[in-house]
């Protein structure tokens, strides 16, 4: 933003119009745009945002999704995400078998109905790492059972992009991946 204004009037540059610091002029505008300095600075509309829409400060982003999904191009969903891609893809296989290709526009056409929007090519990402784990996509599909494979197939991810994790942060990516739901089968294993 500092580099557009100087561009669109160069003489901002000694003293930012009278208000010495960029932050501080922009501040003062007015007509609905904000700023906040955190992270290097942020300059908003806030008709159409909030300071509750500024990325979270790195050191408070969850490292171990972050980390696996930079290395990996694993895609940068939640948990929960991950968790409605395995509902929706085990619903419409126990539907009728579907072509990779319905399936995955189905997958995420479900995924926003359900309030986790979830693009195709990242539906897409996980069927792929289910064909790399030997997963077979039919009416037997259980959530669990693909979130297993897929589970899998990013451990296997992260094993040849050498990531080493102890177990605590194992159990995160599992946990993560799996969108919570071989943490509950593991449970419910337990108790029987």
Same mark, same amino acid.
């Given at each position: 933003m500092a580099h557009r204004a100087l561009t669109a009037d160069p003489s901002l540059k000694?003293?930012? %119009? %009278?208000? %010495?610091k960029f932050g501080t002029g922009v501040a003062q505008i007015g007509r609905s745009?904000?700023?906040a300095p955190a992270q290097g600075g942020w300059v908003w509309d806030a008709k159409r945002f909030s300071s509750e829409d500024l990325p979270a400060p790195a050191d408070l982003q969850p490292g171990i999704?972050?980390?696996? =999904?930079?290395v990996t191009d694993v895609p940068a969903l939640?948990?929960?995400?991950?968790?409605?891609?395995?509902l929706a893809m085990a619903a419409r296989l126990h539907e009728h078998p579907l072509? @990779? =290709?319905?399936?995955? @526009?189905?997958?995420?056409?479900d995924c926003v109905s359900a309030g986790q929007s979830v693009s195709r090519n990242a539906v897409n990402f996980v069927l792929q790492g289910l064909a790399y784990a030997n997963f077979q996509l039919n009416d037997q599909a259980t959530a669990a059972d693909l979130a297993a494979a897929w589970t899998a197939n990013v451990e296997e991810l992260c094993r040849m992009?050498?990531?080493?994790?102890?177990?605590?942060?194992?159990?995160?990516? @599992?946990?993560?991946?799996?969108g919570g739901?071989?943490?509950? =089968?593991? =449970?419910?294993?337990?108790r029987d």
């Open positions: 000694t003293d930012w %119009g %009278g208000f %010495g745009v904000e700023y999704e972050e980390q696996v =999904t930079r939640s948990a929960a995400q991950f968790r409605q891609v395995f072509n @990779r =290709t319905e399936l995955s @526009r189905l997958v995420r056409d992009a050498l990531l080493e994790f102890d177990a605590a942060e194992k159990s995160a990516v @599992r946990r993560w991946a799996s739901l071989l943490e509950s =089968t593991q =449970t419910d294993d337990a």
